[in-house]
């Protein structure tokens, strides 16, 4: 019996257009990918020359406009995005993947009702569900299918998400080794991080403590 649900087209990705891009944290090649699965645009910052490298440094980076842009301290996600951009910049090569996957992939407008939901008293998970989502929306196929088209061998990543490195895995991604990017918590995000740590498995040190980066 034959399924009634569609079947998705092979992932195809394309770099439509590509420059050089210096920047304050380093000289960078900035490349735009499309694809044929969810019709967003998404970029490599690219630093010198990763193609049939191995071992490449790697941040692949949602992106978050609150944080990245607005300067929001609810997030540690500017931070990171800074810190990745100024390590690889400094690095004989290495990448950093902007992922257009906002809010965990729930959006821009259902993140700010996320916002709402938790100035009343919900954590980020509880509020994400409370919406109609998972925890974590987010998927990596078209990021992988991006190191590929960019000749990566395989990655070291940086990211305090152990699922991220498995997701990538499946998806056919060498990851040698998981680089910790560590962000001192403030009395905005402590409650956000908190809950990565606890509930979403991040393995992040809070106050002096570190998780173990169990899910509750």
Do not use: W
Request: hydrophobic residues 40%; charged residues 25%.
């Amino acid at each position: 019996m034959r399924s009634s649900l569609p079947e998705l087209e092979p992932l195809r990705v394309s770099i439509e257009s590509e420059a050089a891009l210096p920047s304050e944290f380093g000289d960078f090649r900035i490349f735009v990918f499309s694809n044929n699965r969810d019709g967003k645009e998404h970029l490599a910052m690219v630093h010198k020359d990763v193609f049939g490298a191995h071992d490449v440094v790697t941040r692949v980076h949602s992106e978050c406009l609150t944080g990245d842009v607005m300067g929001s301290l609810r997030c540690d996600c500017r931070l990171q995005l800074e810190r990745s951009l100024r390590h690889v910049g400094s690095l004989p090569r290495g990448i950093v993947l902007y992922m257009r996957q906002e809010g965990r992939g729930i959006g821009l407008t259902n993140k700010i009702r996320a916002y709402r939901l938790q100035e009343q008293g919900m954590d980020t998970v509880e509020a994400n569900l409370a919406l109609g989502f998972q925890d974590d929306q987010r998927d990596y196929t078209i990021a992988a299918a991006m190191l590929r088209a960019l000749g990566v061998r395989s990655i070291c990543l940086m990211t305090n998400n152990p699922d991220k490195v498995r997701k990538l895995e499946r998806e056919g991604i060498v990851v040698r080794q998981r680089m910790p990017i560590q962000i001192a918590a403030n009395p905005h995000n402590r409650r956000y991080l908190a809950t990565k740590a606890a509930r979403s498995g991040h393995l992040l040190e809070i106050d002096g403590e570190v998780s173990t980066g169990a899910s509750a």
